[in-house]
């Protein structure tokens, strides 16, 4: 104790002990504090990239100019009204270097180019991160409280979707992504509210399992939800991975539960009608296609590959799943059925259906389901498959008898893009990013624990990867950016035509391929505007055979057995409604003209536009093969309509290829008098 | 962290400039082989079976995996071989090492990293005497470009495909003046960015061309003609090179 006491004694008398002496170690003291911050900065990490660019940049052709522009010291972006405070450029420092743009050399190459500025935006509203940090582990890996790291570049579409609900060209995956939510059935258990306060919608139309034992049998449900895609790859239906005893229990409560279709008479009539005469399978293949049924349904051919559109169930195996009484009536006229379901009824003559049926049954693989046997199901066990169903929330997307759809019954997914990482239970050796967690639980939900009911869907990585997008832009920030960089989702109008029209129009399913006033399928194109542009004769011939536009279209209309009267409703009600006022008949050139304009008219056809390389207009010399044949198109198209769509395709149909060719009116007036003259050499259209 | 992979890529553009591959180079950061492969074969030569020349985005899985083969002297496939797969910094296999299977294939899938551009990729596997190896090459499209590939592919890839798909019937063969497929670097390499704008702002005849090539000025904003150029830059074969581009000097 002494000694010490001594010792500073000494020391203080050694520094302090003559004022001279005193004022020189203070000033010494003061000198090292001030050269403290100095020299942290010297050392510090931004220093060194900045020490690093003006090496990088020295030797370059255009050093001089790119010296210019640097500004040493810390960068900062701020915009209050984003709550952006990035000091990220510090070290990012070549982001509008136009000759940095393959440089590899990071943090130093241009950012690609997008449609939106750094200045404007900042860097963390897209990329996430801690803008204000000043060193990479802060900046993009922190996971301190309320902070999370940067998003993983195969994400990034999430950061543009926070802003755009819509659909974008420049963004294909959060687009899946979203289309996904809705088709998959994710948000009917789980709630998305996108930031606007609209909630995302369900588009997949599960079947209702009200009437299900007319359709299929206890067996194959069982075997279904032991395993959905065994059944048919493309099946989006998750596995729920049950016991026998589960599936046992829960197809006999459907069963069971299940209550005959009332007031269905007309199966009972086709069987009749086809009984005793045997069909053609070759007739069924050649009707299938012909009624184009592969535009919506797939079938898995020889090669293993699955063939066919996914609007309607897949139907490699479907001899297994459905009851040949029920095929009938469903073929017959499927909305008796299921008043709601996208399939048009076709209006078949039972010769047909029962040739149709006939060959449908024969998709049938003996092996599927083969060793299913269950005994008779006893009460309890029904009762136990029905609280299996209200616990696995499978009247969330199934109308079943007795069981209440469920509300709210998984959770809010809103904003699970911010969801902070201590609320998230990471599993042993995962990486702490809500991006990580996002994509296990979908990959296998079960390994969160046997307690969650969250089913195992069958995604690629890629449609994994989309729906995890979609859901990293589902953030926190996005509900407090300004209303006014928001870009609202595009959502399918609920337009419904009126009258006996309106009825044929739902009855044959239109809406399921063509877009009418914002509702309806993209397969076919949007009839908005069909009443301006086609003359009454060829609608009527169409509607009644129709014959094939686009010789390179693998979806094509199908033929239905319209009558007269319902023909002549239809095409009086299309020509009548669906006008647009961009088409003006009454300054348009007319349908007939003189021969020196036509010709006229054929030379710019043929050499000035050259629209030979995509249209066939004389299918002698002319190939084209990307629009559509124009060999009768005068019979078709009104000339105002024609006029209108040469001078701007866009305006008539917004994102069609066609180009616009900036055609002058009087080149205009001579192709369309031109296309006009073209009345086809055989068939109806030419006959006026 | 930072450090590694600036060394990294300093390593790769060293191999750039040999290689005049225009993104990045192969630098062999790949993994060690997996403790728990035991190979029961040793071949002498490794081709590839499918894969390669694939298209994707930054930071993405490329749809199908690479699959190479193991053969010997006599160009027999050898089960068991080790192959062990590597690329540049950013680029993940699943798995980075495996076994071949019964016929001889090795297969993984590839994710490719965050920066544009064409990524080399290796396949290794230790051979008797030295080993054998495969590079295959994969590209990967950044924001601008992928925009372009789909401007691309709604608008031009009819007529500049010759190859047909499931989906779409190609127009080549129906036109008098075969355009040329984007990847046809011989061709567009020797186009200037301005004389590519020009076609495809106002078609053939611009370039006193054919007017089989229609003009897109009124269709296609200008960003989106951008967009459609840097798309088919990235695809070009051989490599495009921007004349003027500087590179620090050693």
């Not at chain 1, 050392?43 to 640097?70: E, P």
């Not at chain 1, 008898?401 to 893009?417: H, M, R, Y």
């Not at chain 2, 078609?203 to 459609?228: D, Q, W």
Request: glycine share 8%; net charge neutral.
């Amino acid at each position: 104790m002494q000694s010490i006491r001594k010792y500073i004694s000494s020391a203080w008398q050694a520094l302090f002990g003559d004022p001279v002496r005193a004022f020189g170690v203070v000033s010494l003291v003061l000198l090292l504090a001030l050269a403290v911050t100095p020299t942290k900065e010297h050392f510090s990490q931004w220093h060194s990239y900045q020490r690093k660019y003006l090496s990088l940049i020295r030797d370059r052709g255009d050093a001089v100019s790119m010296r210019r522009r640097f500004e040493p010291g810390i960068h900062q972006i701020w915009m209050p009204e984003l709550g952006v405070v990035d000091r990220c450029t510090t070290c990012h420092l070549g982001l509008s270097e136009a000759s940095l743009a393959d440089e590899h050399q990071q943090p130093f190459r241009k950012h690609p180019a997008i449609p939106h500025s750094v200045d404007g935006f900042g860097c963390v509203i897209c990329h996430g991160g801690q803008g204000a940090a000043t060193t990479v582990s802060e900046a993009h890996h922190s996971e301190r409280d309320g902070e999370a790291p940067i998003l993983p570049t195969r994400y990034i579409e999430a950061g543009c979707g926070q802003c755009h609900q819509n659909a974008m060209a420049g963004t294909p995956q959060l687009n899946l992504g979203r289309t996904m939510l809705a088709r998959y059935g994710c948000v009917r258990c789980h709630a998305v509210t996108r930031p606007d306060g609209t909630k995302m919608m369900p588009t997949d139309h599960p079947p209702s399992l009200v009437h299900v034992a007319d359709k299929t049998t206890r067996e194959w449900i069982y075997s279904w939800l032991k395993d959905p895609q065994a059944y048919a790859a493309t099946a989006t239906m998750p596995n729920y991975k049950l016991t026998d005893q589960d599936a046992s229990d829960i197809s006999a409560y459907l069963i069971s539960s299940s209550k005959p279709q009332p007031g269905d008479t007309s199966a009972a009539s086709v069987k009749n009608a086809s009984a005793g005469s045997a069909t053609n399978p070759a007739d069924g293949a050649s009707l299938y296609g012909q009624s184009f049924c592969s535009s919506c349904h797939a079938v898995q051919n020889a090669a293993g590959n699955v063939v066919g559109g996914d609007v309607g169930p897949e139907l490699t195996r479907i001899g297994n799943k459905v009851k040949p009484e029920w095929l009938n009536a469903w073929l017959n006229n499927p909305r008796i059925y299921d008043a709601t379901t996208p399939m048009p009824h076709y209006r078949f003559t039972p010769r047909q259906i029962a040739t149709l049926a006939d060959y449908l049954h024969s998709k049938t693989d003996a092996d599927y389901g083969a060793n299913v046997q269950l005994a008779a199901a006893t009460p309890q066990q029904i009762a136990r498959g029905r609280r299996l169903i209200i616990d696995g929330g499978c009247a969330a997307c199934h109308e079943i008898n007795g069981v209440q759809t469920p509300q709210n019954f998984a959770p809010d997914l809103s904003t699970i893009g911010s969801k902070p990482l201590a609320q998230i239970a990471f599993l042993p050796g995962m990486e702490h990013t809500v991006s990580t967690y996002i994509v296990s639980k979908i990959r296998q939900p079960r390994a969160f624990g046997g307690a969650v009911k969250m089913p195992q869907f069958a995604l690629s990585n890629a449609q994994t990867d989309a729906l995890t997008t979609a859901l990293l832009a589902q953030t926190g920030r996005s509900r407090t950016i300004p209303d006014t960089l928001r870009v609202a989702a595009a959502e399918d109008t609920n337009y419904q035509p009126a009258g006996h029209a309106g009825k044929l129009m739902t009855e044959l399913a239109c809406f399921s391929c063509h877009r009418i006033n914002g509702r309806g399928g993209d397969m076919a194109p949007d009839l908005t505007y069909e009443g301006s542009s086609v003359q009454r004769q060829w609608l009527t011939d169409f509607l009644k055979n129709p014959n094939t536009l686009r010789p390179s279209l693998i979806r094509r209309m199908p033929r239905f057995n319209l009558s007269d009267s319902d023909n002549k409703e239809l095409t009086d009600f299309m020509l009548a409604v669906y006008q647009t006022s961009a088409v003006d008949p009454d300054t348009a050139p007319s349908a007939t003209n003189p021969p020196q304009v036509v010709e006229q008219g054929r030379q710019l056809f043929y050499s000035k536009f050259a629209c030979q390389s995509c249209h066939i207009v004389d299918t002698k010399t002319d190939k084209g093969y990307i629009g559509p044949t124009l060999t009768q198109v005068g019979s078709r198209l009104t000339p105002a309509w024609t006029y209108a769509w040469l001078k701007n395709p866009q305006a008539l149909r917004p994102g069609t290829a066609e180009p616009n060719q900036k055609m002058s009116d009087e080149d205009a007036r001579a192709l369309t008098a031109f296309l006009m003259s073209l009345k086809g050499t055989s068939g109806k259209g030419a006959k006026q | 962290m930072m450090k590694r992979v600036n060394t990294e890529v300093l390593r790769s553009s060293a191999c750039l400039a040999l290689l005049a591959v225009v993104a990045l180079a192969g630098c062999k950061s790949g993994t060690q082989p997996n403790a728990a492969l035991k190979p029961t074969g040793t071949g002498a030569a490794i081709v590839e079976t499918s894969g390669g020349h694939q298209v994707g985005a930054t930071g993405t899985a490329l749809k199908d995996p690479v699959v190479v083969q193991v053969n010997d002297e006599q160009g027999t496939a050898v089960p068991g071989a080790l192959v062990q797969f590597q690329g540049p910094a950013g680029v993940s296999f699943e798995p980075a090492a495996a076994l071949t299977d019964t016929s001889g294939q090795a297969t993984t899938a590839v994710t490719l990293g965050g920066i544009a551009g064409r990524y080399q990729l290796t396949a290794v596997t230790p051979g008797k005497a030295k080993p054998a190896s495969l590079d295959v090459i994969e590209t990967a499209l950044g924001y601008q470009q992928r925009l372009g590939a789909i401007l691309a592919d709604k608008y031009c890839t009819r007529c500049h495909d010759p190859e047909s798909s499931a989906e779409r019937v190609s127009n080549y063969d129906n036109l008098e003046t075969k355009p040329h497929a984007f990847t046809d670097g011989n061709t567009l390499n020797k186009m200037s960015d301005a004389d590519l704008t020009a076609i495809i702002q106002y078609g053939g005849p611009a370039l006193k061309r054919s007017a089989l090539m229609p003009p897109y000025e009124k269709t296609l904003s200008l960003a989106e003609v951008r967009a459609l150029i840097a798309y088919t830059r990235a695809l070009a074969d051989p490599p495009y090179q921007p004349a003027g581009t500087v590179y620090a000097h050693k």
